[in-house]
């Protein structure tokens, strides 16, 4: 399933928002664009989240993730935990909502009652009562959502990855003591709401597939290589000392001596892929496989090269996969088109809300980038060197040659001095 819209109300940050994704199977409008339709990116199923600190990006991502447990948030394992939003002129308590759409496919098994039907609707309420807070689902009927309570089915795929994503040592890992431990679906979705919940590594599953499922094995090592992009290291399934190697112009590195970057990218790579699959429908590519991954804080660690070919990257090597990232980086927004971007913005009362801004961006520079409405920023210089540069400015414009002459020389080089 995709998730096309979600209504936000009185959810942490946003006090009432409607935002509509990207997704493979959207009814993209012509170039004539509202905040409701707008034309097709090139990369129709990816979604790229900005905003300042603190106005709701990690928000929005748990908002996705609690709507598409559907009627299984209430018992999935998932506390709701100061989410309601906390409006000092209310004297009463109060209700948030979450009112997801999505789309469903096939391998969700949604019963189609209608020849019209086409969204599957998931409301739910987080009701504060005295220090605690509750989910309620709200829709009454379940039968259209009787996969979700299966761990084992490819029904209603969706995985989720906090800013922390910490990889745990294979000699930790009990995979079937993690299986029985909690809701499947809701350890794919945990480390959005816990920091230290961590990841499966690759070595804790990937060998068994290679004698247990040889042809998924070999498209999970295709898929890391396709997921790295080009002028990374490379993957051949090579194991040792029970420790995958990646290997970079004939240098072999076991992947817990990988840099931060490397590691961090690869281990939330490896532990989608577990979850693919595991979910995957039998008789087709992993590839096929169809679902929300949410990443936040994709570009962690990343090298600014890296950022600029992540997205594009993981969107096509993975197709049918609605892809939802949040970042502050720039060079993340160039290599996309604003169709793609939503923006989080302050809105009344501290509270927040998400609108997509028709500014096109595709293919410029950081510094271009940073000066748009996307950033709002009015110089990418340091303070010092902003005043310094106006002072002159203002000089040269009332005659100064010097000055003129001056404004040139410091325009092209730092403040501190060279020996």
């Known amino acids: 399933m995709y998730i096309d819209r979600i209504q936000i109300e009185n959810f942490r940050t946003f006090g009432k928002t409607d935002i509509r994704f990207c997704h493979p199977d959207r009814r993209y409008s012509s170039s004539d664009s509202t905040q409701n339709s707008f034309p097709q990116p090139q990369l129709p199923n ?91 689902w709200m829709n009454g009927e379940t039968q259209a959502w009787d996969s979700i309570y299966s761990s084992s089915s490819d029904a209603f795929f969706f995985v989720g ?62 898929l890391i290589n396709r997921l790295m992009g080009d002028g990374h290291y490379q993957f051949q399934g090579e194991l040792e000392a029970g420790e995958y190697l990646f290997e970079k112009g004939g240098l072999k590195i076991p992947f817990p001596d990988l840099s931060d970057g490397y590691r961090a990218f690869l281990g939330w790579v ?34 600014p090269k890296w950022q600029m070919t992540v997205l594009k990257t993981l969107a096509t090597a993975l197709p049918q996969i609605q892809f939802i990232v949040t970042s502050h980086s720039p060079l993340l927004v160039g290599a996309v088109e604003w169709m793609n971007i939503l923006v989080m913005e302050p809105g009344r009362k501290q509270s927040s809300k998400a609108i997509r801004l028709k500014q096109a961006v595709h293919g410029l520079d950081a510094d271009q980038i940073l000066l748009t409405e996307f950033f709002g920023m009015e110089s990418t210089r340091s303070a010092g060197k902003q005043r310094d540069l106006k002072k002159l400015s203002l000089m040269a414009r009332a005659g100064d040659t010097e000055a003129a002459t001056q404004l040139l020389i410091e325009m092209s080089r730092g403040l501190e001095p060279l020996a």
């Not at 979910?279 to 804080?297: R, W």
């Open 270 to 303: 490896g532990d989608l892929l577990y979850h693919i699959c595991m979910t995957a429908p039998k008789g087709k590519k992993l590839t096929e496989n169809q679902g929300i991954v949410m990443v936040d804080e994709i570009d962690l660690h990343l090298h």
């Open 161 to 222: 990855y906090g800013a922390t994503r910490r990889v745990e040592q294979r000699e930790r890992v009990d995979l079937s003591g993690r299986r029985g431990s909690s809701f499947v679906r809701a350890q794919r979705i945990q480390s959005l709401f816990e920091e230290a919940y961590s990841l499966l590594p690759l070595n804790t599953w990937l060998p068994e597939f290679r004698h247990s499922n040889p042809g998924r094995y070999k498209q999970v090592v295709n």
């Open 46 to 136: 990816l979604n790229l989240l900005l905003g300042n600190n603190g106005l709701g990006k990690t928000t929005l991502l748990k908002a996705i993730a609690l709507s598409a447990l559907g009627p299984a948030v209430r018992s999935s394992g998932i506390y709701a935990n100061h989410l309601v939003r906390r409006d000092v002129s209310l004297s009463q308590p109060q209700t948030a909502c979450l009112n997801g759409f999505f789309v469903p496919h096939p391998q969700d098994r949604v019963p189609v009652t209608t020849p019209k039907t086409k969204y599957l609707n998931s409301t739910i309420q987080i009701v504060r009562k005295g220090d605690l807070e509750e989910f309620e």
